[in-house]
T-cell receptor
Framework: DAGVIQSPRHEVTEMGQEVTLRCKPI?????LFWYRQTMMRGLELLIY????????DSGMPEDRFSAKMPNASFSTLKIQPSEPRDSAVYFC???????????????FGPGTRLTVT | AQKITQTQPGMFVQEKEAVTLDCTYD???????LFWYKQPSSGEMIFLIY??????QNATEGRYSLNFQKARKSANLVISASQLGDSAMYFC??????????FGAGTRLTVKP
């Protein structure tokens, strides 16, 4: 398997522009997660989906952030308008659904390094 | 409330020695999973080891072992025979039910030659 695929790997944009980050999860995985990592705040869960349905978006910083999962093999995280404080590494991860006493690990993509100037 | 606590921002270990990275967690669930991830300077997140709350034996994966003390709610990672390539950030994480995973703040391990 190719693993979790994210694009672009690096994005540099100007304040006020729209940014779209893309993720392709591992085939067959039921869960998809979006994280943001910064030095100050560490690894933050932004939103996660189960079977393409958003389950918890309480980590989304504000209305400028939105995420969609139109099908099992694709998700987007959009920031509009972007601000310098959005600069971070954004990770997408996917996993199987835990059954009974088994909890599955998350497989992370390589991340997208976003810089907003 | 913070669910995963890693109290060691940084740790040093001599090459070939063992090192323990601390992790405590907080949950009222009976069924949960504990995980450790490694993040080298290149940035990728690498899954290392998993411990289920009902597992009676401590998990082991090669040079990694998880010292699981359920009553104390601790899940320390032990790396034996440290190598220079072990220098990285290490994150402890917990998954309750089938849902999201929460991560600790991480510990930066430096292996000295």
């Amino acid at each position: 398997d190719a693993g979790v695929i994210q694009s672009p790997r690096h994005e540099v944009t100007e304040m006020g522009q729209e940014v779209t980050l893309r993720c392709k999860p591992i085939s067959g995985h039921d869960y998809l997660f979006w994280y943001r990592q910064t030095m100050m705040r560490g690894l933050e869960l932004l939103i996660y989906f189960n079977n393409n349905v958003p389950i918890d978006d309480s980590g989304m910083p504000e209305d400028r952030f939105s995420a969609k999962m139109p099908n099992a093999s694709f998700s987007t995280l959009k920031i509009q308008p972007s601000e310098p404080r959005d600069s971070a590494v954004y990770f997408c991860a996917s996993s199987l659904y835990g059954v009974g006493q088994k909890h599955y690990e998350q497989y992370f993509g390589p991340g997208t390094r976003l810089t907003v100037t | 409330a913070q669910k995963i606590t890693q109290t060691q921002p940084g740790m040093f270990v001599q090459e070939k020695e063992a090192v323990t990275l601390d992790c405590t967690y907080d949950t009222s669930d009976q069924s949960y999973g504990l995980f450790w991830y490694k993040q080298p300077s290149s940035g990728e997140m690498i899954f290392l080891i998993y411990q289920g709350s009902y597992d009676e034996q401590n998990a082991t994966e090669g040079r990694y072992s998880l010292n699981f003390q359920k009553a104390r709610k601790s899940a320390n990672l032990v790396i034996s025979a440290s190598q220079l390539g072990d220098s990285a950030m290490y994150f402890c994480a917990m998954r309750e039910g089938g849902g999201d995973m929460r991560f600790g703040a991480g510990t930066r391990l430096t292996v000295k030659p």
